[in-house]
């Protein structure tokens, strides 16, 4: 497994392990689920995918929701079907909750509420998600600094886990504190400077734009099908989705893009803290991702 905060370099160490190695990759990414939405996502390019199988991108449609026990639910398939051939598997990405579900399986917490869950999606759509985000810092810090302030679902999920049992969700995820590898994965971490981490970032927002994400929304909201609230949060697609809705201006829209991803990187660095056994390689902003593949094999036993 390789994880790593946003544009860290992952899916191109992947890549080159999976070429070494003979293996296929599983994504470990809550948005490049979504077909067509390739820009925003930054998906592997077609090539790569052509020359390496990649398991778990462009499984569902943009209007439907994907949920964490569905990750895992296809994730198995994709484990099966990878080691039937017997290939090694290699998963790649940086949403820290399908890796905590991997790694340690599917956090079961409270019932649901839908008329709680029906009020607290009325007030994100009447004054957005960042106030009930502020909320949800009172009253449970530690899972505010893991959930971005533009993830309705999981704001959502959070204070409705407070409002039925008067506890903060990280109380019930204490699960996840608890060593454990259900899968026995070998795990590689990309640590880059945060300097150079946010200058990554800034530089991959240009190469979106450059390379058409806003004409990609247009063409998204043009669907029959609206996008689901979990695929419109997404970053790059939430603020370009204001964009063309007249609210802001292409370049606070982009700003806002450079700036939430690097709120997401802080939020990614803050759960993977919470990681074990994670080997950590520290990337020089200078370093190839063939330049770190030796550093990565150290960690194999082939």
């Known amino acids: ?3 790593g ?5 992952k899916g191109k160490l992947g890549f080159e392990l999976a070429k070494k190695l003979g ?3 599983i994504s470990i990414d809550s948005m490049k689920v979504y077909r067509r939405m390739d820009i ?3 998906k592997p390019s077609a090539q790569n995918r052509s020359a390496i199988p990649h398991h778990l991108i462009d499984v569902v449609e943009p209007s439907e929701s994907f949920s964490v026990s569905r990750f895992l639910e296809m994730t198995e398939a994709a484990v099966a079907e990878i080691t039937s051939k ?4 290699i998963a790649v990405g940086g949403t820290a909750m399908y890796i905590k579900a991997l790694l340690h399986g599917l956090f079961e ?4 509420d839908e008329a709680i869950r029906n009020k607290l999606r009325a007030s994100i759509e009447a004054q957005g998600s960042l106030e009930l985000h502020k909320e949800l810092a009172k009253i449970d810090p530690e899972a505010a600094s893991r959930i971005h302030a533009n993830d309705a679902k999981r704001i959502i999920r959070a204070l409705e886990v407070y409002k039925l049992t008067g506890k903060p969700i990280s109380s019930f995820q204490k699960q996840f504190d608890e060593p ?3 899968h026995g994965w070998t795990i590689i971490g990309l640590r880059r400077d945060k300097a150079d981490a946010s200058h990554r970032i800034n530089m991959r927002v240009k190469r979106m734009i450059e390379q058409g994400l806003v004409e990609e929304v247009k063409s998204l909201l043009g669907e029959a099908k609206p996008l689901s609230p979990q695929a419109a949060c997404a970053i790059g697609y939430a603020e370009i989705i204001d964009h063309l809705a007249g609210k802001i ?3 606070e829209a982009i700003e806002l893009i450079k700036k939430n991803s690097r709120q997401l990187a802080k939020a990614q660095r803050t759960w993977f803290k919470t990681f074990r056994s994670v080997n950590w390689i520290d990337v020089a902003p200078d370093d190839t991702a063939e330049a770190v593949l030796p550093k990565a094999l150290e960690h194999f036993k082939i």
């Open 5 to 9: 905060v946003t544009a860290s370099g």
């Open 23 to 25: 293996g296929e990759i």
């Open 109 to 112: 917490g409270p019932g649901t």
């Open 40 to 42: 925003g996502t930054a």
């Open 86 to 89: 017997n290939k090694p598997v």
């Open 1 to 3: 497994m390789i994880l």
């Open 180 to 182: 454990g590898n259900v």
């Open 249 to 251: 201006g292409l370049e």
